[in-house]
């Protein structure tokens, strides 16, 4: 069974910053994508950033610049960190990966629970 954890969420005044972390664990044969996505009160779930196993890595435009998301391939994980944070960051952050199982064939979409993540004054 495979399980993806967020952390690192919280309150955090306007123009600060935030570190998230996504660990997947269990019984993993390889890991592919990994991303980042976010839902706001009443709007639709929102990519926010990806990145390959190899490192390649995009941001949606609302975010380049302020984020950086990064994987620790060792470890299962993948980081967001989060600068010069606005009050419309505020949401659910949530990750998901590309998983292989051991045993498996082919990759499928797993998804954390979410971290809540407030920015206000």
């Known amino acids: 069974q495979v399980r993806l954890v967020e952390s690192g969420g919280g309150l955090v005044q306007p123009g600060g910053s935030l570190k998230l972390s996504c660990a997947a664990s269990?019984?993993?044969?390889?890991?592919?994508?990994m991303g980042w996505y976010r839902q706001a009160p009443g709007k639709q779930r929102e990519l926010v950033a990806t990145?390959?196993?190899?490192?390649?890595?995009d941001y949606a435009t609302s975010v380049k610049v302020r984020f950086t998301i990064s994987r620790d391939n060792a470890k299962n994980t993948v980081y967001l960190q989060m600068n010069s944070l606005k009050p419309e960051d505020t949401a659910l952050y949530s990750c998901?990966?590309?998983?292989?199982?051991?045993?498996?064939?082919?990759?499928?979409?797993?998804w954390g629970q979410g971290t809540q993540v407030t920015v206000s004054s």
């Open positions: 990145i390959t196993s190899g490192g390649n890595t």
């Open positions: 998901n990966a590309h998983i292989t199982p051991f045993g498996g064939v082919g990759w499928s979409v797993y």
């Open positions: 269990g019984s993993i044969f390889s890991i592919n994508a």
